[in-house]
């Protein structure tokens, strides 16, 4: 028998991958002497040749309690919601059937390496601009901030993430009896979520055509 969780194990580590570059936005979590920290941020992966995230890269306001927190503990948690949806029973011919919530997610938990050198902190900054400017029309150059840029980079701390353990759930219809995943698709191809439709597709090609 199939476990759960090979069911819904990303297709490959280069899936994840592209789900942590198209889905920048993600919330870092710390627990510190009883407490929760959780601050949303934009994290930049450090792609290995193998196309895998080997370390995973951003930074906070200096003036964040979170940092504290880090000095104290710097084992967190890195948590990235790809795309995701609700999938009504109203879809299927079956509407016994319940409804469901597909969704591709991946959680890093790291070790958190503060970088107080502000010509490195200037280098994740770069990286970070040029990764969500990349493809714009007139894109956006740092150089463009003149002095101000150097007082900004005085107010940020930036961070490296080694990754201690990665995990991983796609949960994208794999587990859906054929009828039923068709009965979705069809549904997402007239006026769904194409995003989320065109992740199911690439999770479940070894469906019979």
């Given at each position: 028998m199939t476990s759960p969780a090979s069911v819904f194990a990303p297709p490959s580590e280069r899936d994840v991958t592209r789900l942590v570059l198209e889905h920048p936005?993600?919330?870092?979590?710390?627990?510190?002497?009883?407490?929760l920290s959780a601050t949303p941020l934009p994290l930049r992966p450090v792609v290995d040749a193998e196309g895998r995230v080997a370390e995973v890269r951003g930074h906070f306001a200096r003036s964040n309690p979170h940092v504290q927190h880090l000095r104290r503990t710097p084992r967190s948690l890195l948590l990235f919601m790809g795309p995701h949806g609700y999938i009504s029973s109203s879809w299927l011919a079956d509407r016994t059937r319940t409804p469901t919530w597909n969704y591709a997610m991946v959680q890093y938990l790291v070790d958190i390496e503060l970088v107080e050198d502000a010509e490195r902190t200037d280098a994740l900054m770069r990286d970070l601009v040029e990764a969500m400017e990349a493809g714009r029309p007139r894109a956006w150059q740092i150089e463009e901030m003149g002095s101000r840029y150097r007082r900004l980079v005085s107010g940020v701390i930036g961070f490296h993430a080694h990754i201690v353990e990665r995990?991983?759930?796609f949960k994208l219809g794999q587990d859906e009896r054929d009828s039923e995943y068709t009965d979705i698709v069809a549904a997402l191809t007239h006026g769904g979520d194409a995003t989320l439709l065109a992740w199911m597709q690439h999770a479940n090609t070894a469906r019979k055509k």
């Open positions: 936005f993600a919330w870092v979590v710390t627990a510190s002497d009883g407490d995990r991983a759930k």
